[in-house]
């Protein structure tokens, strides 16, 4: 299983939440082709599938913290597993959260190819979720818990980025810039790679 799912490209997307990430995947999607993976949205939708595990997660993700890693991996896993006929490569959003979920996946499935860093001020951030949430209807895009998924961001994420600068696969892209701006630097990263 690993072999198959390895023999391709395995990119991570990461940021702050509101950095970007949705977005830039969209649009990485549209003009290479690979399979995009949310973990957020692989976790919303066991939510709306009304499971006992699903309560559980909305609970969870509406206080803004981390569901259990065992869980979102897996979800990904799976999920990779069931594109594998089709795939051209991987694109992960929202994985790793943390250290731990880093060294989890290359354990499990393997070392990604390149790590797209979109990065923003907290500022920032915070605006665009705010806009964000007048339309999103999602639980954790309100004021309180935008304020703690950003401090579980620098506390739990921003370590994932220098535990990858060892193996030089991180690009850092400036996410303050106009989409379409964000979007060229990050076609260059992935040009690259081939
Ligand atoms: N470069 C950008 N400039 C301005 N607004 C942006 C930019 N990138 C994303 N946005 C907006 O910010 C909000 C959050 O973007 P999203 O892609 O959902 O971020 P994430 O997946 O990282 O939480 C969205 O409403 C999106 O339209
Ligand atoms: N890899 C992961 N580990 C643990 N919890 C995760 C996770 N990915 C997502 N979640 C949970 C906690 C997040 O606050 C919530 C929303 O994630 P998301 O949709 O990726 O947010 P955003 O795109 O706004 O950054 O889901
Ligand atoms: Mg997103």
């Known amino acids: 299983v690993q072999d198959s799912l390895m023999n391709r490209n395995v990119l991570l997307m990461s940021g702050g939440p509101g950095s ?17 993976l949310s973990s957020g949205d692989l976790l919303r939708a066991e939510v709306a599938s009304g499971s006992e595990r699903g309560k559980q997660l909305q609970a969870t993700m509406q206080k803004g ?5 065992d869980t979102v991996l897996e979800m990904i896993k799976e999920a990779m597993i069931a594109k594998a006929d089709v795939s051209k490569g991987y694109l992960i959003d929202g994985y790793p959260r943390e250290v731990k979920q880093g060294e989890e996946f290359e354990k499990k499935i393997g070392a990604p190819a390149l790590l797209l860093y979109v990065d923003a ?9 705010m806009k ?16 703690k998924r950003l401090d579980l961001y620098y506390k739990a994420t921003e370590p994932v980025i220098a535990y990858y600068e ?8 400036n996410s303050e810039l106009p989409v379409d701006e964000v979007f060229a630097i990050v076609e260059k990263a992935i040009d690259e790679l081939k």
């Open 20 to 36: 970007g990430k949705g977005t830039q995947c969209e649009k990485i999607v549209a003009k290479y082709g690979y399979t995009h």
């Open 132 to 147: 964000r949430g007048e339309t999103s209807g999602r639980a954790d895009d309100n004021e309180e818990t935008i304020k």
């Open 166 to 173: 060892k193996s030089g696969i991180v690009r850092k892209i």
């Open 65 to 69: 913290e981390l569901v259990p890693l």
């Open 121 to 129: 001020k907290a500022e920032t951030m915070v605006k665009r979720l």
